[in-house]
């Protein structure tokens, strides 16, 4: 069963960067589309980013265009998400999780996604 595991949060000031990690314990991602998403206090889950198998393939919510960036290393078995120009709206529970029906990036919503790892805490504040 495919296990994620997220890291690299923490506590940073607005404007900063953060770079997320999703790694998988005994088995590969590399056959794997990943999503990232998160989740405030009181908010629903959102997705934030998903990135196809190759990599060739990524789209962002709008929130985060510009600002993040989604990308993979099949040789190191993870997917990280780049966080930068951190704003205090950003603060959330990070997750990655794999779009199990599709194994695309088509829709990125978390009904549609499985093997969440435990999330990341990102807070944003000065």
């Known amino acids: 069963q495919l296990q994620l595991v997220e890291s690299g949060g923490g506590l940073v000031q607005p404007g900063g960067s953060l770079r997320l990690s999703c790694a998988a314990s005994?088995?590969?991602?590399?056959?794997?589309?990943i999503g990232w998403f998160r989740q405030a206090p009181g908010k629903e889950r959102e997705g934030v980013s998903c990135i196809s198998t190759s990599g060739d393939s990524t789209n962002y919510a709008d929130s985060v265009k510009g600002r993040f960036t989604i990308s993979r290393d099949n040789a190191k078995n993870t997917v990280y998400l780049q966080m930068n120009s951190l704003k205090p709206e950003d603060t959330a529970v990070y997750y990655c999780?794999?779009?199990?029906?599709?194994?695309?990036?088509?829709?990125?919503?978390?009904?549609?996604?499985?093997?969440w790892g435990q999330g990341t805490q990102v807070t944003v504040s000065s």
């Open positions: 005994r088995r590969t991602l590399n056959v794997y589309a």
């Open positions: 999780a794999v779009p199990w029906k599709t194994n695309s990036c088509s829709r990125v919503a978390p009904a549609d996604f499985g093997s």
